[in-house]
Nanobody, 123 residues
């Protein structure tokens, strides 16, 4: 059974940094894309970042470009999201996801999802 487990969320002040991790189990995901999404209260789930299977291609939402960095370690079946210069508008539940061969920015491109981890940024 495939399982994605996120960790690393928390409460921080604006300007601080956080790192999220997402460990996958149940099968190997070294040949598929991975991504991060987030959902704030009352809003739809939105794309944050995605990475190709090799790690050579990375994509970011405009709102996080230059502040967030996605990475992966295929040997550990794990992806990461480093978040710097956090803003109150980054407050949301962050979800990791695993998709197919192509990197996508839509939720429909991903087959497996984590349970989410809360990130709260105070002003």
């Amino acid at each position: 059974q495939v399982q994605l487990v996120e960790s690393g969320g928390g409460l921080v002040q604006a300007g601080a940094s956080l790192s999220l991790s997402c460990a996958a189990s149940g099968r190997t995901f070294s040949s598929v894309a991975m991504g991060w999404f987030r959902q704030a209260p009352g809003k739809e789930r939105e794309f944050v970042a995605a990475i190709s299977w090799s790690g050579s291609n990375k994509y970011y939402a405009e709102s996080v470009k230059g502040r967030f960095t996605i990475s992966r370690d295929n040997a550990k079946n794990t992806q990461y999201l480093r978040m710097n210069s956090l803003k109150p508008e980054d407050t949301a539940v962050y979800y990791c996801a695993v998709g197919g061969l192509r990197v996508g920015v839509g939720v429909e491109n991903y087959d497996y999802w984590g349970q989410g981890t809360q990130v709260t940024v105070s002003s």
